[in-house]
């Protein structure tokens, strides 16, 4: 605890200084003046330091205080104070408890001085407390209540969303008092679906607002909600509307009182409520999922096509043509719309999508459906084939065998890759046929073949045909 800094003067001093001081000689005078503080300074009227008396572990270094001014000790901003205490008129009067900090090499040591001016003598004697355990009391007071305050904001910020949220929400949403049914908050949603004036219902008893013969399956509805979780929503009657109304409470616990939230929806309200409990699962679906206008132009997307397409928003790509992203420019696109089209869906079409103003190419599948109408849209959901081709085991380079296996590879590879495999194709079987003809001669294979026998060694080698140990040039 920081004791007041209060003067010698504004104490009363002991009514009977002889009998209770008499007999005191030096030695006890100065354990009275140790015991009084946890360091003491004898200093001379120009402030410099006689002696000191203190524990040399707390006061690392204070021997060598002996003989330098006051002020020499403390730091630059403590020796203004040092100058008033000595320069203070009308003795103890004018002195009062001042903190200074002490230098030393363990850091800065705060120290609460008292100067007292001896009777009959030049010299000071100068009182001091040590404060650190008292500066680290009070920096920890400090945090507490930075952090109080900080927790006290982040409370307001949460009560603002809270606030706002509530009174936003197209729900209409009560929050109601268990045991009096009586309704603490309403947000404006819930007084236009019980007709019922802004603020009127805050006090209204929740039961008042049903009709006479819903409000005992109402009651009986609300105690259940509070033993268990497993109860379906009520439809009641209104008192005023005479419309019907589904309730669906939860209840909680708060400040030692039980609370209902209470959920109103009508009808038209539930319809909307599947349609949008729809739309955030394809908003979370893992695979990309992207919806084109008429034009092919990206009207909406989900978040996992965003990535693909490595866009911020969906802002960023909303009017432009899905071909930027999806296909190869002018083939996947126009087959899968001809599809589209004719049968009105197209299924695990293989293809590419390309990130926004990149030319990578991630191989995907797609599929899409068509809607029917003058203006259709359509809709494409598409999953990442790459990483699972990347984890395929890898497979022997062996050449494709026939016609029908080149053309598989039409729309896997591009011409130039597919030109290249028919030229090998073709080379290999008139090798292989070469070797029949000459049963397995390869010197004669070589000479109707117009190679040089080492060519057609080479060859042999790279297709894998016969064996070549022992065979020489």
């Not at 004791?3 to 006890?28: H, M, Q, V």
């Not at 009308?90 to 002195?95: E, F, M, P, T």
């Not at 296909?327 to 599809?339: A, H």
Request: with cysteine; hydrophobic share 40%.
């Amino acid at each position: 605890m920081v004791e007041p800094e209060r003067a010698l003067a504004d104490k009363t001093p002991f009514s009977r200084t002889e009998s209770a001081f008499n007999g005191i000689g030096p030695s006890d005078a100065m354990r009275l003046v140790i015991a009084s503080g946890d360091v003491t300074l004898a200093l001379d009227t120009d402030g410099i330091i006689l002696d000191v008396a203190a524990s040399r572990q707390d006061f690392p270094g204070c021997d060598g205080w002996i003989g330098q001014h006051f002020d020499a000790t403390v730091t630059v901003e403590s020796r203004s104070k040092i100058k008033d205490m000595l320069q203070a008129e009308h003795g103890d009067a004018g002195n009062r408890w001042r903190q200074i900090n002490h230098t030393s090499t363990a850091g800065d040591i705060p120290v609460r001085y008292l100067l007292i001016r001896l009777e009959g003598s030049k010299h000071l004697i100068a009182v001091g407390r040590d404060m650190r355990n008292a500066v680290v009391l009070q920096q920890r007071l400090l945090q507490a209540q930075q952090s109080l305050e900080r927790d006290y904001m982040r409370l307001r910020q949460i009560e603002t969303r809270y606030r706002l949220l509530f009174d936003l929400s197209s729900e209409p949403v009560l929050l109601v008092e268990a045991d009096s049914q009586r309704i603490q908050e309403a947000n404006p949603a819930a007084h236009t679906v019980l007709e019922a004036r802004p603020g009127s219902l805050v006090g209204a008893k929740l039961s008042g607002l049903v009709a006479r013969g819903s409000r005992d399956a109402l009651i009986a509805y609300l105690g259940a909600v509070l033993t268990t979780s497993e109860v379906s929503p009520l439809t009641v009657e209104l008192e005023r509307a005479r419309a019907q109304l589904t309730i669906s409470a939860t209840g909680f616990r708060q400040l030692g009182g039980r609370y209902l939230l209470v959920r109103l929806s009508t009808a038209g309200s539930r319809t909307t409520e599947g349609a949008a409990t729809l739309l955030d699962i394809v908003e979370r679906m893992p695979d990309a999922f992207v919806v084109a206008n008429s034009d092919m132009r990206i009207i909406a997307a989900n978040i996992a096509f965003l990535e693909l397409a490595r866009a911020a928003s969906l802002d960023q790509i909303r009017g432009r043509p899905l071909g930027e992203f999806v296909g190869r420019p002018g083939i996947d696109l126009d087959l899968i719309e001809g599809q589209l089209t004719k049968y009105g869906l197209a299924r695990n079409v293989s293809t590419v999508v390309r990130a926004r103003d990149s030319e990578l190419e991630e191989p995907v599948e797609l599929s899409a459906v068509r809607t029917s109408g003058d203006n259709p849209c359509y809709g494409f959901a598409i999953r990442e084939i790459g990483r699972r081709l990347r984890d395929l085991p890898p497979t022997p380079l062996d050449l494709p065998r026939s016609v029908e296996q080149l053309t598989e590879l039409v729309g896997r590879a591009s011409l130039k890759e597919i030109v290249r495999e028919s030229t090998d194709l073709i080379e290999r079987l008139c090798i292989e046929a070469a070797l029949a003809y000459t049963s397995d001669n390869r010197a004669s294979a070589a000479e109707i073949l117009g190679l040089s026998r080492q060519s057609l060694y080479s060859k042999l080698h790279r297709y894998g045909l016969g064996n070549l140990v022992g065979e020489s040039e």
